[in-house]
């Protein structure tokens, strides 16, 4: 049984940070792919970060220059630091892995930002 465990979320004010966690139980690097996404009330659920095989990075253009991925293989965990946080990334901020065929979610962490 494959699991993601999110952890961080919390409330914050604008232009402050916080640093979400990502513990699998597997190895990192056993996953293809491992991401963030994030939901916000009534909105679809959007990747925001991703981490592939070869530790190659992307990122949604509404994070560039604020979101870093990372990982700690030797903790099984995958990071998400954000910076200059700004009121429209409050979400529920979920970790994603591709293992294999299969796909998996953590259960999300809220981010609130707000003065």
């Known amino acids: 049984q494959v699991t993601l465990v999110e952890s961080g979320g919390g409330l914050v004010q604008p232009g402050g940070s916080l640093r979400l966690s990502c513990t699998a139980s597997?190895?990192?690097?056993?996953?293809?792919?491992i991401s963030w996404y994030r939901q916000a009330l009534a909105n679809e659920r959007e990747r925001v970060a991703v981490?592939?095989?070869?530790?190659?990075?992307d990122y949604a253009d509404s994070v560039k220059g604020r979101f870093t991925i990372s990982s700690d293989d030797g903790k099984n965990t995958v990071y998400l630091q954000m910076s200059n946080l700004k009121p429209e990334d409050t979400a529920v901020y979920y970790c994603y892995g591709r293992l294999k065929a299969n796909s998996y979610w953590g259960q999300g962490t809220q981010v609130t930002v707000s003065s």
């Open positions: 597997n190895t990192i690097n056993s996953f293809y792919e």
């Open positions: 981490m592939m095989t070869g530790s190659r990075t």
